[in-house]
C-alpha cells in the first residue's frame, strides 16, 4: 500500500516541477514602426508649351500705287496711299472679301479693295470685320463770289480721287469749294487762278491754272 502512494506523489511532484519551469518572455514593441515608401525621383522632362501666337498675315502693294480707304467701298474717305511693293499686315476682310483691313504704319486701321494688294494665304482664314457706316455727303458750299459782279462761267471739275477735295481758288475772285466725288459744275469769272487743293488722305497740291467757259479739270491721287 505504501509503495503505491510514493508512485501518486512522484506522478504529482512531476506535474509540478514541469508546471514551475522556466516561461520564455515576449517583448513587446514600445513604438509603432514608421512605414517608409520609396522614394520615385521627380520626371526631369518638361512638356512642351502649347503655342497659342496669332499668326500674322502680309500683302504688298500690286501695280504703280493703292488708296486705303476708311471703309470697304469708293465712297468711303481716302485717308492713306501706298506704292507699288509697300508690305503692309493684313488683320481682317469684308463678309464676301472682296475688301481686307490693314494695319497702317502710323496707328489705325484701313481698308484696300482685294484686288490691289497682293498676298498668298487663303482670305477666308481672316477675321471678318464690321463695316464702318457709310459717310454723309458733304453740302456743298456755293462759291464765295459776292464781291464780283461780273458774268460767270461754268467749270466741270472731274474728282476721281475716291473722296472729297476742298478746293480754294484766288484770282478775278476768292471761291472755296467742297467737291465730292464725280463731276461737279462750278460757277466763276473767267481768268486765270493760284489754287490749293486738300484730298487723298491728306495731300495738299498747289499751282495755277487759267479757268474759262467749258473748261474740265480733272482731279486724282497720284
Known amino acids: 500500500m505504501k509503495e503505491k502512494n510514493l508512485l501518486i506523489v512522484f506522478i504529482i511532484t512531476g506535474f509540478l516541477f514541469l508546471g514551475c519551469g522556466t516561461t520564455a518572455q515576449v ?20 512638356p512642351n508649351p502649347t503655342d ?30 501706298f506704292a507699288n511693293g509697300t508690305k503692309l499686315q493684313v488683320v481682317g476682310r469684308n463678309d464676301d472679301s472682296s475688301w481686307l483691313v490693314i494695319n497702317l504704319p502710323a496707328g489705325g486701321i484701313g481698308w484696300i479693295r482685294v484686288d490691289l494688294i497682293l498676298f498668298s494665304f487663303p482670305a477666308d482664314l481672316l477675321k471678318i470685320y464690321t463695316t464702318p ?9 456755293p462759291p464765295e463770289a459776292t464781291s464780283c459782279s461780273a458774268e460767270t462761267v461754268n467749270v466741270t471739275i472731274i474728282n476721281d480721287t475716291g473722296g472729297s477735295v ?52 480733272t482731279w486724282y491721287c497720284q
Open 133 to 141: 457706316a457709310t459717310p454723309t455727303a458733304k453740302p456743298y458750299i
Open 166 to 217: 476742298s478746293l480754294t481758288l484766288r484770282g478775278p475772285c476768292t471761291y472755296t469749294f467742297f467737291i465730292g466725288t464725280g463731276n461737279t459744275t462750278i460757277s466763276i469769272l473767267p481768268g486765270s487762278y493760284s489754287y490749293s487743293a486738300y484730298g487723298c488722305g491728306g495731300a495738299t497740291l498747289t499751282g495755277s491754272k487759267s479757268l474759262g467757259s467749258g473748261d474740265e479739270w
Open 52 to 81: 497659342t501666337s496669332i499668326p500674322e498675315y502680309y500683302g504688298t502693294i500690286g501695280g504703280e500705287s493703292a488708296n486705303i480707304r476708311s471703309g470697304p467701298g469708293t465712297n468711303f474717305d481716302v485717308i492713306n496711299s
Open 27 to 46: 517583448t513587446q514593441p514600445t513604438s509603432t514602426p514608421e512605414l517608409i515608401l520609396p522614394t520615385v525621383p521627380a520626371s526631369t522632362n518638361t
